[in-house]
């Protein structure tokens, strides 16, 4: 099993930034993925941004250039950092963790809610 427990969101203008966190616990040895997911009301969950053990990382093609996923082993964490937001960006974001590529069975954490208006 492995815990993981989200931080950082809010509320934040246009053009802000915040920088959500993810500190992961439990049977984090075998974790061979990390991602940040979110979902809008009325929208299905989408994978926003991932990172693997290896380094590799991927993004939507929608947050590309304005988020950047980023990970420290040392505090079992991984963090989302959000520039240039945009009113489209309002969900609840999930961090989660898997043990596969592509992320499958996936460990979530409980969300936080980033809100982007004006």
């Known amino acids: 099993q492995v815990q993981l427990v989200e931080s950082g969101g809010g509320l934040v203008e246009p053009g802000g930034s915040l920088r959500l966190s993810c500190t992961a616990s439990?049977?984090?040895?075998?974790?061979?993925?990390l991602g940040w997911y979110r979902q809008a009301p009325g929208k299905e969950r989408e994978l926003v941004a991932s990172?693997?053990?290896?380094?590799?990382?991927t993004y939507a093609d929608s947050v590309k250039g304005r988020f950047t996923i980023s990970r420290d082993n040392a505090k079992n964490a991984v963090y989302l950092q959000m520039n240039s937001l945009k009113p489209e960006d309002t969900a609840v974001y999930y961090c989660?963790?898997?043990?596969?590529?592509?992320?499958?069975?996936?460990?979530w954490g409980q969300g936080t809610q980033v809100t982007v208006s004006s």
């Open positions: 989660g963790a898997s043990h596969t590529w592509p992320l499958s069975n996936v460990y």
């Open positions: 439990g049977s984090i040895f075998s974790v061979y993925a």
């Open positions: 990172i693997r053990s290896g380094g590799r990382i």
